[in-house]
């Protein structure tokens, strides 16, 4: 199975059937400031124009989805999305939907 259709299948899963608790991030938490690693994931869609062009599918069109997984376990805490590549730098969607859910000291 190749990563792209890996990632699809979790994030298929999270939106439909699996529920994201936001707070797992702290299972298994051993005292890290670190609790979560998060990173973009595109999706090659039918072409929509510059607005999705996305550098990792050659300039073609892509959806993002920011998706976040605790350390610890691995299991998936946060998922935000879709977003059209060209358009959403993934520190803004660090800033508008995920800045705010942290804790203080994280």
Not at 42 to 49: E, K, L, R, S, T
Not at 71 to 80: K, M, S
Request: hydrophobic share 40%; aromatic share 10%.
């Amino acid at each position: 199975m190749s990563a792209t259709v890996a990632c699809l299948f979790i994030v298929i899963v999270a939106h439909h059937f699996v529920q994201i608790i936001w707070n797992i991030r702290f299972k298994g938490d051993r005292g890290a400031d670190c609790t979560i690693s998060c990173d973009c994931v595109d999706f090659a869609i039918p072409n929509q124009g510059p607005a999705f062009s996305s550098h990792k599918f050659k300039k073609k069109s892509c959806l993002w989805y920011k998706i976040c997984l605790c350390i610890q376990t691995g299991d998936v805490v946060w998922i935000n999305g879709p977003h059209p590549c060209g358009r959403c730098p993934d520190i803004s969607i660090f800033r508008d939907a995920l800045m705010s859910e942290l804790d203080e000291a994280e």
